[in-house]
C-alpha cells in the first residue's frame, strides 16, 4: 500500500512544471500552445505558474501536447493489495 504525501497543490504545481517542461522539449511558446489547444495564453501562463487550471483547459493542454493516455488510467479501480483482498473478490463467470 502506498502512502500520498502530497498535497493537491504541490500535485498541481508538479504537473504544471511538468506540463511547461513538455511544451519546451516540444519547442513550443505559449502563443502556439495557445493556438493547438485553444486554451488562452493568460490560462496557459496561469497553469505554469501557480498550477491552477480548469479540467477542461488541463485536458486541451494535455491534448495539444500528446500527454492524454495517462487520463485513460486515473480512476481505474484499485489493484488488491494481498492475497486475501485477491480471493475476498467476488467471481465473475462467463455467460453460457
Same mark, same amino acid.
Given at each position: 500500500?502506498?502512502? @500520498?504525501?502530497?498535497?493537491?497543490?504541490? =500535485?498541481? /504545481?508538479?504537473?504544471? $512544471?511538468?506540463?511547461?517542461?513538455? /511544451?519546451?522539449? #516540444? @519547442? =513550443?511558446? %505559449?502563443?502556439?500552445?495557445?493556438? *493547438?489547444? !485553444?486554451?488562452?495564453?493568460?490560462?496557459?501562463? /496561469?497553469? #505554469?505558474?501557480? !498550477? #491552477?487550471?480548469?479540467?477542461? @483547459?488541463? =485536458?486541451?493542454?494535455?491534448? $495539444?501536447? @500528446?500527454?492524454?493516455?495517462?487520463? !485513460?488510467?486515473?480512476?481505474?479501480? *484499485?489493484?488488491?493489495?494481498?492475497?486475501?483482498?485477491?480471493?475476498?473478490?467476488? %467471481?465473475? %463467470?462467463?455467460?453460457?
Amino acid at each position: 500500500m502506498s502512502i @500520498n504525501i502530497q498535497s493537491p497543490g504541490d =500535485l498541481q /504545481r508538479k504537473l504544471a $512544471a511538468k506540463a511547461k517542461a513538455r /511544451r519546451l522539449a #516540444e @519547442n =513550443l511558446s %505559449r502563443r502556439t500552445l495557445a493556438n *493547438k489547444s !485553444g486554451v488562452s495564453q493568460a490560462s496557459i501562463k /496561469r497553469f #505554469e505558474t501557480s !498550477g #491552477e487550471v480548469s479540467l477542461s @483547459n488541463l =485536458l486541451d493542454i494535455a491534448f $495539444a501536447l @500528446n500527454c492524454t493516455k495517462e487520463f !485513460g488510467v486515473l480512476f481505474d479501480p *484499485k489493484a488488491p493489495d494481498s492475497i486475501a483482498e485477491l480471493q475476498a473478490l467476488p %467471481r465473475q %463467470r462467463g455467460s453460457q
